[in-house]
């Protein structure tokens, strides 16, 4: 059992930030019948699927129908950056929602009074049944900006020094922009533990299966769930010399040994 499962349903995205990786596989968005397949290959494994590697999972024109056919067996959880939250405004098969704020810039044609208005509206709609993490883990000027409009709308208090509960279910999520792991990197951590294969994995939009979110262009590809059951990935070798270098406080692939997340996290 993995602690959770991410499952790509589209790597498309509607905005070009700055912070985030590049995606430069080809474009596609998840048919409803190959998303039934592997919904049916990795039951058993993971009571909590997210719906998001890179892109923007709203970006998808059937998203609400795989919320709803995910949740039968798990957990659903989506991270988003907010601008097509209103596509999900009635679908409370959600258990959590992650809406990165610092996404916000008004370059994507909609104001910040919008921008928020909308995701209040969403807010206000589901937070009875879905928690709600709202991010700022990179440093956007409009920020402050947006702490006084959520400040003013829940008539609380909030500083953008600690994590906070706003109202029951929602809350605000502070951390700070890392460095995405890149085979071009000067990072070289060979000594270090990791959480991937032990309490996740990752699954790309083609079915290509990789060890964590962070692989975000498929390059430890560990096989393809279209071609191959969970159980025989895991007892490959790769994937075992991995787990057992995790195990053992080493890092055996390369891009793995480039990736800073967890430092930066501590």
Same mark, same amino acid.
Request: aromatic content about 10%.
């Given at each position: 059992m993995y602690k959770k499962i991410y499952l790509e349903v589209t790597n498309n995205c509607n905005l070009n930030c700055s912070f985030c990786t590049k995606n430069k &596989? +080809? #474009? #596609?968005? +998840?048919?409803?019948?190959? !998303?039934?397949?592997?919904?049916?290959? +990795? #039951?058993? !494994?993971?009571k909590y699927l997210y719906l998001h590697i890179s892109g923007e999972p709203l970006m998808h024109p059937q998203i609400n129908e795989l919320i709803n056919l995910g949740s039968k067996n798990f957990h659903i959880n989506i991270t988003t950056n907010g601008y097509l939250i209103k596509r999900i405004y009635d679908?409370?098969?959600? &258990?959590?929602?992650n809406i990165s704020l610092h996404s916000f810039n008004p370059e994507y044609k909609i104001n910040l009074n919008d921008y928020m208005h909308n995701i209040i509206d969403v807010i206000n709609n589901l937070k009875n049944d879905t928690y709600i993490s709202l991010r700022f883990w990179t440093y956007n000027k409009y920020n402050e900006e947006i702490i006084k409009i959520l400040a003013s709308s829940f008539q609380v208090k909030i500083e953008l020094k600690n994590n906070f509960k706003i109202v029951d279910n929602v809350y605000i999520s502070i951390g700070h922009e890392f460095i995405w792991p890149s085979l071009d990197s000067d990072v070289n951590i060979q000594n270090k533990t990791c959480y991937a294969l032990r309490d996740h994995l990752g699954i790309l939009v083609d079915g290509t299966i990789i060890p964590c979110c962070l692989d975000t262009e498929g390059i430890i590809q560990l096989g393809n769930i279209f071609n191959e059951d969970l159980t025989s990935v895991i007892n490959s070798q790769r994937y075992q010399t991995m787990l057992k270098g995790f195990q053992s406080n080493k890092r055996i692939e390369k891009l793995c040994q480039k990736c800073n997340f967890l430092s930066d996290k501590n």
């Open positions: &596989r +080809i #474009k #596609k968005f +998840i048919s409803i019948e190959d !998303y039934l397949k592997i919904l049916d290959k +990795i #039951k058993g !494994y993971t679908n409370h098969n959600i &258990r959590q929602i």
